[in-house]
């Protein structure tokens, strides 16, 4: 995953282009950790096993996100499902902070 929150940083910074010569490698190893995810979830509520983890809890920190950076979870159905879940455990009030150009500027 993150494959992923490398991909969202530069989409949402405006730096996929300056990144150009990585992206599609990141994208390409994006969507086969989203298979990885797909395949593993298929069987299982939660990443090991029938409840929650800390490795969901990692996993879905970036995973969540990955419609940020030109992936469809409409795509991964399991993964859907698992988001779903995660959320639904966890709550509503998991912060997603913004990215700005310059990260470190606190704005």
């Known amino acids: 995953e993150p494959?992923?929150?490398?991909?969202?940083?530069?989409?949402?910074?405006?730096?996929?282009?300056?990144?150009?010569?990585?992206?599609?490698?990141?994208?390409?190893?994006?969507?086969?950790?989203?298979?990885?995810?797909?395949?593993?979830?298929?069987?299982?509520?939660?990443?090991?096993?029938?409840?929650?983890?800390?490795?969901?809890?990692?996993?879905?920190?970036?995973g969540h996100r990955a419609e940020d950076c030109g992936f469809s979870l409409a795509d991964y159905p399991a993964v859907s499902a698992w988001i779903d879940r995660v959320s639904g455990t966890i709550g509503s009030g998991y912060p997603v902070h913004p990215y700005s150009i310059d990260p470190h500027s606190g704005g």
């Open 3 to 62: 494959v992923i929150g490398s991909l969202r940083f530069w989409s949402l910074t405006g730096r996929l282009e300056r990144n150009q010569a990585m992206v599609a490698g990141k994208r390409e190893a994006g969507a086969r950790a989203l298979g990885a995810l797909e395949r593993s979830l298929q069987d299982t509520p939660f990443l090991v096993g029938g409840s929650l983890t800390i490795a969901d809890i990692a996993v879905y920190a970036y």
